[in-house]
């Protein structure tokens, strides 16, 4: 049963409850929207240039062992599609490599299976190879103001 009430123009999901069908990687309660530092976290990626959307992954995967792609929507109050295409860009396939995605078959045996996504990488690998990727675009920078003011 989910209720959805407005106070101060935000919602809160309140009297949540589901049954666990994929393990331990459900939320419980307390955890269905991003805190305060989640937010901050997700801030700061942003000023690193990585996309809403996946800035926002990256946070629910970095707090779950285990998420679907179900729960990371009602965390980050991303809409569906922008999911799909931040765990694409974070994927093993075409993306980043940083998140790992196994199949999961729903316990009735009805439907597609569940997937359920989890960072194969530590934060803190991710968050250098922004920063390098960073340094390296400020050095070219520097580089092109270097090469300006040598042709003026």
Known sequence: MVSISLINNERYIQNYNIHNIVGDCMYSDNMLMMDTAEEEMVDLLRKLEVSKPVAKALVCL???????????EMKSRLRQPEVSIAMRYLGPEKGMGWVGIRQVKIEDGKGRPTKVYRLTVPIEDIIDQLEQKILSKNEMVLSDIERLKSLS
Do not use: L
């Not at 970095?62 to 729960?71: K, L």
């Open 62 to 72: 970095h707090h779950a062992n285990e998420i679907t792609s179900r729960e990371i």
